[in-house]
């Protein structure tokens, strides 16, 4: 599994603003300068400085804050800020500052290009309506209303670039306890979005420090509201599930998600065969195989018991041909993988891949690796990476010369493909043709 992040503690001193403010429940706080150097690149000072200048406030947003104080280093910065796009584009133009993707401007967004990298800045927004997935907007200048829009208590903070933290819902206290909940009324927050029940759970895998510490309270209102999901477009679902899947608590979170009824709204058959995802997980887990370093299309075979659930899974969450493809495959092969006793087996199916079905050898061998991870036969897929298949030595053309109609050909070299395996793949051409019976083929 992820291993758990660092506790705030871990790099912001008892002593530290941080928690002489937390003792008076106050939600500002003061994060290091060891610390902002982080997120303090060039680009983003030159974008505060351009703000500031024209007289508008700037702050860091949502995840990035998270992150910081996390101990982890935001890669991506999202800014939100008093300015209205048209304020924004404004302050561009007379700085001279290239903008792109302007689609966004109709949300309050706009994407600036610094020092070689994009920053989205978005106006301060609320919600009038919204249809449980979009939202018509108001802009405003109060960050309290931007801050009560958005999903998860940790989500919801701002960072000035000074270092100040601006916490309007206890967000920070939330990850300090690896606490997760909705801002506000849970009912409510996941009503203007449906697809936040399962941000939800991915957000728990990333922050909670055990499978099962779920507030009560959150459970019940994604309960209420899961018919929602099937308003939502099966590549949004597609996104989260599968980084649900390859997270901390896996295993536990798509059971979970079972018990709270969003099977039939996200693709999952009606009864997920939840026995076998824990054994799956739990197996990977014994054999100390990351779930992060597993194909989410692996993990998730593991609750699915036949190729018509796959089917309708793929029709419901439109996911890629190479994920379908592996998860198919899993489904075909797990059972065999399990059950083989021998190395050779593995070698033979995986030369029926390749020589059989002519498939792209490296393709083939990350499909017969994802299998051999399922079951947790690593001692044949390590064997298996160090192995060079050998090249069949028999083509169309020689099986044409003994007289065989081409339309035989097919059969004729799946026959000498089971002889050429029989023999641990050391026959020759001339042995393997010696083998034919022409007649049979006439």
Not at 99 to 124: F, P, Q, S, W
Not at 317 to 330: D, F, N, P, T
Request: glycine letters at 6%; one cysteine or more.
């Amino acid at each position: 599994m992820l291993a758990a992040a660092p506790r705030l503690s871990t790099f912001l001193p008892r002593n530290s603003l941080f928690w002489q403010t937390l003792c008076y429940h106050l939600h500002t706080m003061k994060i290091e300068e060891s610390r902002m150097a982080a997120v303090l690149r060039p680009g983003v000072k030159k974008l505060a400085g351009m703000f500031s200048e024209h007289g508008y406030e700037v702050r860091i947003a949502g995840g990035a804050v998270r992150d910081l104080l996390l101990g982890k280093v935001p890669h991506d910065l999202d800014f939100a800020t008093t300015a209205t796009p048209e304020q924004m584009k404004s302050i561009f133009e007379t700085e001279g500052v290239r903008m792109i993707n302007a689609g966004g401007e109709k949300h309050g967004t706009v994407t600036v290009r610094l020092e070689d990298e994009n920053y989205e800045c978005t106006t301060l927004r609320i919600d009038l309506v919204t249809d449980g997935r979009h939202a018509t907007v108001q802009f405003t200048q109060d960050w309290e209303l931007d801050a009560n829009r958005r999903d998860l208590t940790i989500n919801a903070m701002f960072l000035g670039l000074d270092g100040t933290v601006y916490d309007y819902f206890n967000g920070s206290k939330h990850l300090q306890d690896r606490f997760v909940t909705f801002v506000g009324d849970a009912d409510k927050r996941i009503k203007e979005d449906y697809l936040r029940i399962l941000r939800y759970f991915r957000f728990y895998g990333r922050i909670a420090e055990g499978p099962d510490n779920h507030s009560p309270e959150v459970l019940e209102s994604i309960k209420k509201n899961v018919e929602g999901l099937g308003k939502i477009s099966g590549e949004r679902i597609w996104v989260e599930l599968q980084k649900i899947i390859t997270g901390n608590y896996g295993g536990d979170l798509l059971i979970k998600m079972v018990e709270c009824g969003l099977n039939p709204y996200i693709g999952f058959p009606e009864n997920l065969d939840c026995d076998n995802v824990r054994c799956v997980y739990k197996r990977c887990e014994e054999a100390n195989i990351q779930v992060k370093e597993m194909h989410h299309m692996t993990l998730l075979a593991s609750g699915l018991s036949s190729e018509e659930e796959c089917i309708k899974l793929i029709a419901r969450i439109k996911c890629s041909k190479r994920e379908q493809e592996i998860l198919l495959h899993i489904i075909k092969y797990r059972d065999f993988a399990m059950q083989a006793t021998s190395l050779k087996e593995i070698k033979d199916l995986l030369v029926d891949l390749v020589i059989g079905e002519k498939r792209n050898k490296d393709v083939a061998l990350f499909y017969v690796s994802e299998i051999l991870k399922y079951t947790c036969r690593i001692e044949y897929r390590n064997a298996l990476q160090d192995w060079n298949l050998p090249r069949f030595p028999v083509n169309g053309n020689m099986i044409g010369e003994k007289g065989i109609p081409r339309k035989k050909t097919k059969f004729v070299l799946n026959d000498l493909l089971e002889e050429w395996k029989k023999s641990d793949f050391s026959l020759s051409a001339k042995d393997l043709l010696d083998t034919l019976d022409i007649e049979r083929y006439q």
